[in-house]
């Protein structure tokens, strides 16, 4: 049966290729050899559109009971590795992951292709060990930090992920009316005189929107994805499968319509902490009404480098994440009891020690 994952391998020895951020290029890590990312593409298209018709797998009417069913009614999708068999098991929502068994980069291009086929990817440019380096800075000098966080095997499970991204563009065109005051005083011998000016401040004008970002998943929580802005976007590409392998990709759950509202969110408060700093010289200023029109709306769907780590630590979930292009990072860190306990109490120890040893003088004095 045709399979409906497809694999990028070196066209010189068939070893596993993976995209490496730092010199943009597609590496074999079995012959050295590398690709210009359009090269492979070139290569691979006649596979893709192979794996883009092939029918989904027989597990889709697989019977109840079978291992397969049970996959699908948890979520998941099964996949056979294209290089070596092997069933490969994710969520449904990835589109690009690798071979458990034999490493080779697996992209699912049905997921990627006609309605869901993304405009643009803005590659990886950070690497795998600049991440780690930047999760250890952020652990360091952590003490209380559970150990299941600094355990070296728990780091390297970091994952880079590209994360499917809404780029919002739109002209808005906005009126502000502030009601204002200026007060002074004056001091004659007799009396002070405060006197209070009141005016109408108008403001409008246009302000263009480009490419703001919302993210187009239900999994990644929206204040992360938020904190490691802003990407770069002079290096967006035009949408290449090329990019993904060595890495996982996420396809989006939430639509343009859904995400809309946040984007519109976001450029309010842009708009009205932008006009809002133009009202100065008063002594109080008070929005009395705001009109905010957005024109010529048009939505792109791109997919944006994250460098990623989920800690469970006593039943809740943590998150690392950073921006896979700038390195701008945000974890969540809880604090182990236990362990400021056991520092207080080393602390304590030698304390008690000391005064004991106090009383031990003084005793010897008398
Ligand atoms: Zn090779
Ligand atoms: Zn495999």
């Known amino acids: 049966m045709p399979n409906t994952a497809t694999v ?29 990312p359009a090269t492979i593409q070139a290569l691979a298209a ?13 597990w889709a009417t697989a019977a109840a009971g079978s291992p397969w069913s049970d996959a699908e009614a948890a979520g998941l999708r099964v996949y056979n590795c294209p290089a070596c068999g092997a069933e490969i098991i994710c969520e449904r929502s990835v589109a690009a992951t690798s071979c458990a068994y034999c490493g080779n980069p697996a992209v699912v291009p049905k997921l990627l292709s006609g309605q869901l086929r993304p405009d643009y990817v803005l590659p990886f440019r950070l690497e795998k060990d600049a991440a780690m380096q930047a999760l250890k800075a952020h652990y360091k000098g952590k003490k209380f930090l559970p150990k299941t966080f600094t355990a070296q095997n728990h780091m390297e499970e970091i994952r880079g992920v590209y994360v499917p991204f809404w780029l919002f563009d739109c002209n808005a065109e906005a009126a502000y009316c502030y009601r204002t005051t200026r007060v002074h005083s004056a001091q004659t011998a007799r009396e002070i005189i ?16 480009r490419r703001i970002p919302v993210d187009g998943s239900t999994k990644m929580p929206d204040a992360h994805m938020d904190s490691i802005e802003p990407f770069d976007y002079s290096d967006l590409h035009e949408f290449s499968t090329a990019f993904l392998p ?31 700093a133009t009202v100065q010289g008063y002594s109080s200023c008070a929005k009395e009404y705001g009109r905010l029109q957005l024109n010529e709306n048009e939505v792109k769907y791109a997919l944006l480098p994250v460098w990623m780590l989920h800690t469970r630590w006593q039943g809740k979930s943590y998150l690392f994440a950073m921006n896979g292009q700038t390195g701008k990072l945000i974890g969540d860190l809880p604090v182990d009891k236990r362990r400021v306990c056991a520092y207080f109490a080393g602390i304590a120890a030698p304390l008690a020690a000391a005064a004991t040893a106090a009383v031990l003088l003084l005793g010897g004095g008398f």
Request: hydrophobic residues 30%.
């Open 8 to 36: 990028y391998q070196c066209p010189a020895c068939t070893g596993p290729l993976r995209f490496a951020g730092d010199s943009g290029k597609l590496e074999c890590a079995h012959c050295g050899n590398d690709y210009e």
């Open 46 to 58: 006649d596979k893709e559109r192979a794996a883009v018709a092939a029918e989904e797998p027989a």
């Open 194 to 209: 405060t006197t209070t000016e009141h005016y109408r401040v108008t403001r409008g004008g246009e302000i263009a929107f």
């Open 246 to 276: 060595g890495y996982e990709a996420e396809i989006y759950d939430l639509s343009a319509e859904q995400s809309a509202p946040r984007a519109n969110e976001r450029i309010r408060e842009s708009v009205e902490s932008t006009v809002a």
